[in-house]
């Protein structure tokens, strides 16, 4: 899909953000993957041409990162962490139940373009591992059952909220708000709770704190 | 220029590495300065001529009050440092090994049929600072092999470290960053974006500092073993940068040319015309003397041919036109420059196989020719400002494009297109409509002319001021009132040679005035002739010289290696051949010269005999004969033989003797020509001026033969402004038309100036003087799409 002129103007909004117009390629990446679903060759020459780098450099950033698609995802592109502590509770099931349900495998969409499904790394969310991902909000404590759940609901056009308050968008209309955070939606829902400062809580009732620099724990 | 003698005193710090303590200059890296002591390092993205990355830790040295090993080619010499090298230190050891052992985990161990191995930095280390024998055992990392990151270079990913030199080069020296690392962990790899081909006129450099054998040219790939090679210094014949090269070759075939290292002028980089356009000298070479006999060219001996040629031009003598073209080296140049004056008396010669004027060839006696080497690569890197007066760097001399980026200097063109390789020097445009040049350095704006007034500051001039009225003049001119230094930067390889040895109308070796009585009789002294046997005043030269031949006022032409579509009037060079009674062609290469010639006689490459270029700074670039078996003769040995069938002998004509009589006879001392004072001309015509030069990668003669070079070219196109695309509609293509006939050509938008349209001179798909029979300046009409 070509850039059109207004996606451009967005980009040169969010390049003169930044006192190194440079900086502002990560958000314009997000921009383009809310416009095309995906970091699209046309993409790439466009943030190239506003920031006057080459699209080989742009390339570079944008396989660097994966949450930078150079492949279509679905209209919900679906994550299930399964590193350590999500993979032990569970993750590694829950992410067998949504491939077995999708049918489709790592980074892969479905034939519909509904979904995509992916493994993902550590979320910094192992308070409530194992967690599942739509559209970059969170499902927590996610079991299988509630994750094929939560697909059939997304199928049938049901509204679905994230454990943590937002409701379901889709894959797009997240990434808008990747390349814009200050677009209010942000900061909607909890971000902490209750379950994610016990340890916190723990280390101060026991007076406890990290060790100095250099000295043995 | 006079070289800079105030001493600077450069601080230095002490340190000691593996126990020897030495004094090295602040900023000193650790792994230079264990260098200085013997202590090699074991690198592989460290490179000299690149700004440290750090990115493959191979070069890990134990530092003192560091918690861990330190990569040595970004780790910087701080006083009192002590440093324990892999020489000295477990620690440092083991850290190389372990490196290395990481290194070799996903590396193929292909050596057998990779092109590095026998040459291979990784090889070497990896014996000299690796264990013997792998512990791994998992499968190793696999691609499909190998991918085109251009039509010339090819990519194995598997092989590569992931060192990152090869995208340093792109983006720091060459200015093209279109190679980048894409992916990340065991995906990592080199690439380009999906749609944009590493088509650098510097490409073939990442496959010489390349540590591995990842990055590989399509011209050599699997031609050889590099123990299987003889290799020669050797100084590139494709242009004035005056590049030192390598040349490689196994069973009398070249196989392959590197950048070879020459501080002062390439560095240790070259472009990829040198580097890769050497097929032309394995084919298609004149291989025997060749006689007209009832309007047919056959086979003669070399006496039956020497005689032939003897008579004719003995029987021409003064009325004889000689053309030597721009590649010859100096000894061969001087060679034709002493043949014509002295064995037949004639001062009708040009080197030029170009666009010329009488303006020119006063500028480049009186500003020029014999002159002492004055700017040099190292004074533009140094200088605070920088002039470019009807010059491309990048297509037209490419070592001062890469040098005038390396020292950010403040660069100026004067001329009709801002062009990315100004773009990549980052210098702005002063407009100037082609052929227009002499007007804007009149009305100069205020600051342009205070930057030239700077200590330092240097004016460059190409060999297009020649198209444009009034340019050398006012070079000459600007130079003189602002202080600022003067070069001219021709851009075929032989041109200052040639003219250094008087192979111009008018100018005998070294600078000196054909008219001038000292000059005359230090030269005939040294030819041993007569003073009065040189030809008393200055002959013809450019367009008069063909004019002339083609109106049966000059009689025979001596003619090396000039094609005549590289001429601006084609045809006239054509007619002047057709029309002179008596033609005589040295070349090694058949050309629309030679087929018309009634004698044609086989001459030696740059590989088969040694002589010497002088590169735009005006120094002498010697190189050795390659193969030192040829049978071929030099231009000079057969001009020698010429001469002593007439009965002249006018002194030496082998390349040592000639050398000699070149230092014999020095520079010019005397009085020289006063620079012209022409007067810049208004434009004539209406529509689109037309502005053109010679791309690097073109439809060069001695470019044939590398498909895979070609390819990397830059499209011909017809390039217009915005505004002026606009009016034409926005085709895709448009159709150029000049006085004799029209290209179509793809339109492209550029930074061009409004009312001038930008074509190729020579490319593959169009020849402006050929084709349009248009010169530089001249209004052609632009219509869109293809012709009527
Ligand atoms: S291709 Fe060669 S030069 Fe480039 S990063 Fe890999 S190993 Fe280094
Ligand atoms: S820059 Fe000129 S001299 Fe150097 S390699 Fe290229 S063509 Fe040859
Ligand atoms: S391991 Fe899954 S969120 Fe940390
Ligand atoms: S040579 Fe030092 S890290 Fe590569």
Redesign the pocket.
Known sequence: MTISDQTLERMRELASRYPQPRSALLPMLHLVQSVDGEVTTDGINACAEVLGISPAEVTGVSTFYTMYKRKPVGEHHIGVCVNTLCGLLGGDAVYDALSERLGVGHNEPTADGKFSLERIECQAACTHAPVMTVDWEFIDDVTPAAAVDVVDRLERGEQVLSTRGPAIRTFQATEHTLAFPDDGLAGEGTSVDDKMLAGLRYAKEHNMSAPAHGQEA | MTENTTTEIVPTVSVTIDGVALQVPKGTLAIRAAEMIGVEIPRFCDHPLLEPVAACRACLIEVEGMPKPQPACAQVVGEGMTIRTQQSSEVAKDAQEGVMEFLLINHPLDCPVCDKGGECPLQNQAMSAGRGESRFEGEKRTFDKPINVSAQILLDRERCVSCARCTRFADQIAGDPMIELLERGAQQQVGTASDEPFDS?FSGNTVQICPVGALTSAAYRFRSRPFDLVSVPT?????????S?RTDYRRGVVTR?L?WDSPEV?EE???????F?FAYLAEGRITTPLVREDGELRPASWPEAIDVAARGLAAAGSRTGVLTGGRLTQEDAYGYAKFARAVLGTDSIDFRARATSPEETQFLRAAVAGAPIGVTYTALEQAPFVLLVGFEPEDE???VFLRLRKARTRVVSVGAVATRGLDKMGGELLAALPGQEAAALRDLPADIRAALEQPGAVILAGERIAASAGAPSAVSTLAASTGAALAWVPRR?GERGALDAGALAGLLPGGRPLIDAQARAQVAAIWGIDTAALPGLPGLSGDDLLTSASRVGLSALLVAGVDPVDLPDPALALRAVDTAAFVVALDHHHSAVTERADVVLPVALVTEKSGTFL?WEGRPRPFGQVFKDALTMSDATVLGMIASAIGTSAGAWDVNGIRRELTALGPWQGARAVVPGVQPQAAAGAGFRLASWRE?LDAGVLQEGEPFLAATARPSAAIVSAAAAARLGSPATVTVTGPAGSVTLPLEVGAVLDDVVFVPMHSSECSIYRDLGARIGTAVDVTAGGAA
């Open positions: 006129y100084t590139c014949e494709h242009c004035a940068s005056g590049c090269l040319r950048a390439n980089w070259n472009c990829d015309k040198g580097r356009a001399s490419p070592i390889a590169d690097l």
